[in-house]
Nanobody, 127 residues
Framework: QVQLVESGGGLVQAGGSLRLSCKAS????????MGWFRQAPGKEREFVAA????????SYAGSAKDRFSTSRDNAKNTVYLQMNSLKPEDTGVYYC????????????????????WGQGTQVTVSS
């Protein structure tokens, strides 16, 4: 059974930074693609970033490129999302998700490839 627990959210001023963490249980973390999604108030959930099992491939939404960076530590079963230069439009609930992709060199950003989801952590960016 896979469980994902996010942490690191909070309130930050525009231009500030936050680092989200997602701790996973289970035996498949180290071979699975991990993704980050977010849902702003009144909007659909959207893809933010993802990283393949080895960390050698990453993918970012256009809104996250050059500001966000995802990384992972397979020894700690943890994936991270470093968010810099935050904007009010980055406000939302951020979710960590584990994909059904195993040993993949490429990344599928589609939500339906992610089988397990965390409970989410709130990020609020004030102007």
């Amino acid at each position: 059974q896979v469980q994902l627990v996010e942490s690191g959210g909070g309130l930050v001023q525009a231009g500030g930074s936050l680092r989200l963490s997602c701790k996973a249980s289970g035996r498949t973390f180290g071979i699975s693609t991990m993704g980050w999604f977010r849902q702003a108030p009144g909007k659909e959930r959207e893809f933010v970033a993802a990283i393949n099992w080895s960390g050698g491939t990453t993918s970012y939404a256009g809104s996250a490129k050059d500001r966000f960076s995802t990384s992972r530590d397979n020894a700690k079963n943890t994936v991270y999302l470093q968010m810099n230069s935050l904007k009010p439009e980055d406000t939302g609930v951020y979710y960590c998700a584990q994909s059904s992709q195993r040993w993949s060199r490429t990344i599928d950003n589609s939500e339906n490839t992610y089988a397990y989801w965390g409970q989410g952590t709130q990020v609020t960016v004030s102007s």
